[in-house]
C-alpha cells in the first residue's frame, strides 16, 4: 500500500507573538519543520506535501525543494488546509498520513506504528492519540460505549463531560485516501472558530459507518504541539535530553550531561569524551576519540580524530585535522583548517586561514587570511596585519618557515620557504626561501642608568 504525507504548516502561530513563522522556530538548533521533515523522510512515503500559508515565502526559502509544497491562501483550519493539499496528490491512491509541522518531537517509530495500526484493522480513519493530565486546548477522542472512536471534539465546542476526557487528539491521523476526500468535502465550519477542522472527518466518516481506529501513544511529550514559547522551551529540554541520550549510548562519554549542548544531527565518533559546559551546534562532525574539556563551542565544526580542544575554545565553520591540539582560549574560525597535528596554543585566532599540517602557534597569535605551509613554527605574538582599513590582503607562509616572536606580518607579503623572520620584526617586503629577514633597530645600552636616574630624583626631592 503506497503512503502520501501532508505536512500542515500554514498557520500564523499567533500565540507564539513572533514575526518568524512558527515551523522556523527552533528547537535543538534545528527548525521544528526540519525535524518533522526529518522524520517523515525516515517513513517509506510517495509523496510529500507541506502546506503553506502564513510567512510562505521564509518557509519556501528554509525547504529550500525539500519537499512538495502547495498554498493555503487563507487559514480556515485545518480541515481547509488539507483540501488545498488534494489537488497535489490527485493522481495518489492509498493511505494519506497527516502531520503538523508544530509537533517536533514525533518519532518514525511512532509514525510507522500508527500506519501499521491502520492497515491491519482496515480503517477509514486512524488516529494517534495519547493521554494527558491537562488536556486544556486540545481535541478530545470521544468513544462509544463498545470503547471505539466516535468522533474529536474540539476544546473550544467541547461540553463540560467532554472536557473531562483526557484522551486526546495528537493531530495526527492517518486516513484511506478516498476516505478523506469524502470527508474533506462535507467539513462545515460551524462550530465555535468558525474553521473547517480536520477532526470533524473522524465524525463524519463514522456516521457514514466507516471504520475509525486509535492508537494510543504511551509518551505525551513526543506529540506535544508547540504553540507558545513555553511549550518550546520545553520540547527544547526533552530534545535536548534525547539527543544526549543517544550520544551517550553511541559511545561518548559526556562529564556533565545537563550542560552539555548538542543540537540536532551533530555527529560525534565513540570513545570521545566531552567536558562540561560545552556547546557542540549546527553542522558540527566529531570524528573518534578526541578529548574536548570544558566550555569549548564548536558552530559548524568539523574536527577530526584523536584531537585535543583544551578549554574555553571556540571553532566556528571551520576544521581540525586529526590528532591537532588547539587551545586554551583560542578561537578559529571563517572557513579556516588547521591541519593535523599542529599545535595551536593559548589566546590564538585564526580567521580564513589554512595551516598546513604539523604547523605550531603556541602563544597568542593572529593569522587572519593566511596559507600556512607544513611545520612551520609561529612564535609567540606574531601576528598578521591583513586588513589596511579598506581591503583585506593574503599572507603566505612557506614550509618549514620559522616566524620569530612578535614578527608583524604586513600583508600582503609571502616568507619562502625554510626562511626567518627575527623576533620584533615588521616583515612589509617579501622574505625569499631560506633567508632572515630582520627588521629593527640596534640595541642602545646605557651603563649605570638606574643609579644616575636615583641620584637625580633625590637630587630634586632636597
Ligand atoms: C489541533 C487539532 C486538535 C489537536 C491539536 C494537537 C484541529 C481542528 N485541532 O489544534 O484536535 O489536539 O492540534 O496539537 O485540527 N494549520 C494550517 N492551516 C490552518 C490551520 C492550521 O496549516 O488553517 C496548521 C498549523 O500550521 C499547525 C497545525 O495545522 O501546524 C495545527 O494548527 P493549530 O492551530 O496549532 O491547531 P490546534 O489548535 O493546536
Ligand atoms: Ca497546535
Not at 488534494?86 to 498520513?97: C, I, N, R, Y
Not at 500508527?114 to 488516529?127: C, F, G, P, S, W
Not at 574560525?333 to 595551516?355: D, F, P, T, Y
Request: aromatic share 2%.
Amino acid at each position: 500500500m503506497a503512503l502520501a504525507c501532508i505536512i500542515l504548516a500554514a498557520g500564523a502561530g499567533t500565540r507564539m507573538k513572533s514575526d518568524l513563522p512558527k515551523p522556523l522556530h527552533e528547537v535543538a538548533g534545528v527548525p521544528m519543520i526540519d525535524h518533522v521533515l526529518r522524520t517523515v523522510e525516515q517513513m517509506d512515503a510517495e509523496r510529500c506535501v507541506v502546506v503553506l500559508g502564513a510567512g510562505s515565502e521564509r518557509m519556501q526559502q528554509a525547504l529550500a525543494g525539500r519537499a512538495e509544497t502547495c498554498e493555503q491562501p487563507r487559514q480556515l483550519g485545518t480541515g481547509h488546509a488539507c483540501i488545498c493539499a488534494k489537488p497535489a496528490l490527485t493522481d495518489f491512491s492509498g493511505d494519506v498520513l497527516v502531520t503538523y509541522a508544530d509537533v517536533p518531537l514525533i518519532t518514525a517509530d511512532t509514525l510507522q506504528a500508527l500506519v501499521d495500526r491502520h492497515r491491519q484493522e482496515k480503517a477509514a480513519a486512524t488516529v494517534l492519540t495519547t493521554e494527558v493530565e491537562d488536556p486544556t486546548g486540545y481535541g478530545r477522542i470521544v468513544r462509544d460505549a463498545s470503547g471505539a472512536v466516535a468522533e474529536i471534539v474540539e476544546d473550544a465546542d467541547a461540553t463540560d463531560q467532554q472536557r473531562s476526557i483526557r484522551e486526546i487528539n495528537t493531530g495526527i491521523i492517518v486516513f484511506d485516501s478516498e476516505a478523506l476526500s469524502e470527508a474533506l468535502s462535507e467539513l462545515s465550519p460551524d462550530n465555535e472558530q468558525g474553521e473547517l477542522y480536520l477532526t470533524d472527518a473522524i465524525g463524519i466518516l463514522v456516521a457514514r459507518g466507516r471504520r475509525a481506529s486509535a492508537l494510543k501513544t504511551a509518551d505525551p511529550c513526543e506529540v506535544m504541539g508547540i504553540n507558545n514559547r513555553v511549550q518550546l522551551a520545553e520540547a527544547e529540554r526533552i530534545a535536548r535530553d534525547r539527543i544526549r541520550e543517544q550520544v551517550m549510548l553511541n559511545g561518548v562519554t559526556l562529564i556533565d550531561p545537563p550542560s552539555t549542548f548538542i543540537d540536532a544531527g551533530v555527529q560525534i565518533g565513540r570513545d570521545t569524551i566531552i567536558g562540561p559546559g560545552c556547546h557542540l551546534l549546527g553542522a558540527t562532525t566529531v570524528g573518534e576519540r578526541c578529548e574536548i574539556r570544558g566550555h569549548v563551542i564548536l558552530r559548524s565544526a568539523t574536527i577530526g580524530e584523536e584531537v585535543l580542544l583544551r578549554d574555553h575554545t571556540v571553532i566556528e565553520e571551520s576544521a581540525v585535522g586529526d590528532g591537532a591540539q588547539i587551545g586554551p582560549f583560542s578561537l578559529v574560525r571563517g572557513n579556516s583548517s588547521v591541519g593535523a597535528k599542529c599545535k595551536v596554543g593559548s589566546s590564538a585566532e585564526i580567521n580564513r586561514s589554512r595551516i598546513a599540517a604539523g604547523t605550531k602557534m603556541q602563544h597568542f597569535s593572529y593569522m587572519g587570511d593566511a596559507t600556512v605551509g607544513e611545520g612551520v613554527n609561529i612564535g609567540a605574538g606574531a601576528i598578521t596585519c591583513n586588513y589596511d582599513g579598506i581591503d583585506k590582503h593574503p599572507t603566505t607562509i612557506e614550509r618549514g618557515a620559522f616566524i620569530g616572536s612578535d614578527t608583524i606580518l604586513i600583508a600582503p607579503v609571502t616568507v619562502g620557504e625554510s626562511a626567518y623572520t627575527a623576533a620584533g620584526s615588521v616583515i612589509s617586503k617579501d622574505v625569499p626561501p631560506g633567508a632572515l629577514a630582520i627588521e629593527r633597530t640596534g640595541q642602545r645600552t646605557i651603563d649605570d642608568w638606574a643609579e644616575r636616574m636615583r641620584r637625580r630624583r633625590e637630587r630634586e626631592q632636597h
